[in-house]
């Protein structure tokens, strides 16, 4: 039993350490690739007000499809190299109200941990005010691709081919250079080169991203990481055989605006 205490408390504090750097958020918190069930930290009608100023700002660009961040921790609590927490596309549609009415808005396209099985994840289509419901900070990172490679992005996200590359296993800090464990951001990264590339063939499109895109080290004491991977469902190490890398929105941003001339990086605040 001693030694079972000592363990117990040597977990507990394991978990805080990796709270205070981001690692530990669950489901429902707003943070990482989770649905923001919890309450929220600002008013409904101010959340709604900064959702609609996102949305215009995307409108004015003309944009068909963007890739959109939100804060889902404060940035205190965040690992070097990383802003945003959470990363998916928006794509302009024709959206059904409540009371049957048809209006232009943009649908959030997201890779979402499963709240009972924070392991697992699943695709989940949402809206702009439920995709920055309990946020941490009302700021949003949006990347505008050129022209044609919304054009692409459009042709994969409305295929088959954008459902095969979901690989539900979940880690918050999958390596986006191999197979096994996936999160938000390689998802999203995977869709786009799949735009680029015009395949869904993942051992070619994992070719290209060893060969073109920087991923950010994840910058957490090894230890916290190893002994994380055992006791959280969310953390896996399996999917990295170095030194541990991970995709974030800053990383994503950079290698667009290299490789796709006419991108374009905007954050909006209130």
């Known amino acids: 039993m001693k030694r ?12 805080a350490g990796i709270h205070t750097t981001g690692y530990a958020a669950g489901p429902g918190s707003g943070s990482f690739s989770s649905r923001s ?8 009608e101010d959340v709604i007000a900064f959702a609609k100023k996102v949305e ?11 890739i959109l961040a939100r804060m889902g921790r404060p940035l205190s609590e965040m690992p ?9 596309f928006a794509v302009y549609a024709e959206i059904t109200t409540a009371d049957g009415r048809k209006l232009p808005g943009y649908a959030i396209y997201n890779l979402y941990q499963k709240d009972a099985q924070p392991d697992v994840s699943e695709l989940v289509q949402d809206y702009p005010v439920d995709f920055f419901a309990g946020v941490a900070e009302l700021e949003a990172g949006i990347l505008i691709p050129s022209a044609e490679l919304q054009r692409r992005l459009i042709e994969v996200i409305t295929s ?6 979901h ?25 786009i080169n799949a735009a680029i590339y015009r395949t869904g063939d993942l051992p070619l499109l994992k070719a290209n991203t060893r ?3 920087e991923a950010q080290p994840v910058n957490v004491n090894p230890l916290k990481l190893m002994l994380g991977s055992i006791f959280s469902a969310e953390v896996s190490m399996s999917d990295h055989p170095d030194r541990p890398v991970t995709a974030t929105f800053e990383r994503l941003s950079s290698y667009l605006q290299r490789y796709d001339t006419g991108s374009k990086l905007i954050e ?3």
Request: proline share 8%; with cysteine.
């Open 211 to 213: 060969a073109f895109f």
């Open 167 to 191: 690989d539900p296993r979940y880690s918050l800090i999958a390596n986006p250079y191999t197979l096994g464990r996936q999160n938000c951001t390689e998802f999203v990264l995977d869709v």
């Open 268 to 270: 909006v605040r209130p």
């Open 80 to 88: 070097e190299g990383m802003r945003y927490t959470h990363v998916a």
């Open 56 to 66: 215009r700002t995307i409108a004015a660009e003309g944009a068909q499809v963007a």
């Open 4 to 15: 079972l205490g000592s363990l117990l408390i040597a977990y507990a504090v394991l978990l």
């Open 37 to 44: 069930t919890a309450p929220g930290r600002f008013a409904p």
């Open 160 to 165: 088959p081919i954008y459902t095969s590359l």
